[in-house]
């Protein structure tokens, strides 16, 4: 496994800057690299032309020649500029946060709209990174009049690309599109939809498999999940559909909150959203400020929440336990609290009595709704059963 140096930027307004360390190092482990040392730079604003200050870089410069490192992973975002002065000065391999994430995306994704999601954010990360990518060809100019060979070679690079990213973009519309009409027709069968969201990690994959049959790829680490999946969950004579999305994560750069799209609009069309906290990290209270945030910046902050606190089973909060709207679980032991609670929030129905002649219409029912007591007569059946609206009006007229 690789090994790099973890430069940190601690700017004043980082009130938590040990934890976002803590997450840097993990988004170096998802990327199959390890961090050797960790250099941080206090600084009051970020130098526009380095990052980090001159004394800072000569430190790393000559630590990285000591250690035999060949790559520098900041926490912080680096502009195109900064990254390929800092290349130079170090002679090796400058990465940011925004690269990081990118590249566990792209191993990842799974289904085509993942690829193409991920591609358009890739893309456009790259793209205003090809000025000095050819400057060894400038030497080869012909005259005063011709452009340099890297200067042409950057122009066709940048055609290229951009052709690219509208070829993707064009394909994802036409996706968007199938999965329109598929919520559509979920809308018309008016089946009802939860989505489970939350910080990256915090095992809203565990919840949605043990809640189904079929099984999602789950694991402890940063952004397992790229792909929404969606199950047909039955519990009490229910139905709904669930969804698990991927995970949001702070600081997450607007190109891929952009390239998700197709995963945020499915939060958006839920009926009810069930935020997955994991109650054993340090940082919980910022991991649910920052999905609160992402929430609000999709416009799906209207939408009832239900709290869940998973992974109760590493700390000493009792569970499973239901506080209001809040709930205290543990996905690898029992989550049938939390299906309860869901569904009652999901299905407030009303108890009625309707008495139904003998047909085809008391299979219906029984399939349908909940049946609570049932007695036979000579001209039909006396039902005891829970209703929706819905159904309610359909059999308003055997009401007794």
């Known amino acids: 496994m690789e090994k790099v140096l973890l ?8 009130m938590d800057f040990e934890e976002e360390l803590e997450e840097m190092k993990q988004l170096i482990y998802a990327c199959e690299m390890e961090v050797e040392e960790v250099w941080i730079q206090n600084l009051r604003s970020i130098n526009k032309k380095t990052c980090i200050n001159s004394g800072k870089i000569e430190e790393i410069r000559q630590r990285l020649i000591i250690k035999d490192l ?4 900041f926490n912080c975002d680096l502009s195109p500029s900064m990254q390929q002065t800092l290349e130079s000065i170090w002679n090796c391999e400058v990465l940011d946060r925004t690269y990081l994430i990118l590249q566990i995306f792209q191993k990842r994704a799974k289904t ?4 193409l999601q991920v591609e358009v954010a890739t893309l456009q990360y790259f793209l205003p990174r090809l000025k000095g990518s050819y400057t060894h060809m400038d030497r080869q100019k012909g005259g005063n009049r011709n452009k340099g060979l890297g200067e042409k070679k950057i122009e066709i690079d940048s055609r290229t690309i951009s052709k690219q990213i509208q070829r993707a973009k064009k394909e994802l519309k036409n996706l ?7 919520r559509r027709k979920r809308n018309k069968n008016e089946i009802k939809k939860v989505c489970l969201v939350g910080y990256t990690n915090t095992g809203k994959s565990s919840i949605l498999n043990a809640m189904s049959q079929k099984q999602v790829f789950e694991k402890d680490m940063l952004f397992a999940t790229l792909n929404t999946s969606t199950r047909k969950i039955e519990y009490n004579r229910h139905e709904f559909l669930c969804s698990d999305t991927v995970g949001f994560v702070s600081s997450i750069p607007h190109t891929l909150i952009e390239a998700f799209h197709s995963t945020l609009e499915e939060v958006k069309e839920a009926d009810l959203l069930v935020h997955v906290m994991d109650m054993s990290s340090n940082s919980l209270e910022n991991q649910k400020k920052v999905t609160l945030e992402t929430l609000q910046q999709i416009h799906a902050d209207s939408i009832p929440v239900l709290n869940v606190y998973n992974k109760c089973d590493k700390t000493d909060h009792p569970y499973p ?3 209001s709207n809040q709930v205290y679980i543990s996905a690898k032991e ?3 609290l939390l299906l309860k609670t869901i569904d009652e929030l999901l299905f407030s129905n009303q108890i009625l009595k309707i008495k139904i002649p003998y047909g085809n219409l008391v299979n219906e029912i029984n399939q349908k709704c909940k049946v609570l007591k049932q007695e036979y007569k000579e001209d039909g059946i006396c039902m005891e059963v829970e209703m929706n609206e819905k159904m309610i009006s359909k059999y308003i007229k055997y009401l007794e």
């Open 112 to 115: 085509k709209e993942a690829f």
């Open 321 to 323: 336990l239901l506080n």
């Open 334 to 336: 029992d989550i049938s």
């Open 70 to 73: 060949s790559t520098v992973v």
């Open 7 to 14: 430069a940190g930027v601690h700017l004043p307004e980082q």
């Open 176 to 182: 968007e599109g199938q999965r329109s009409l598929q």
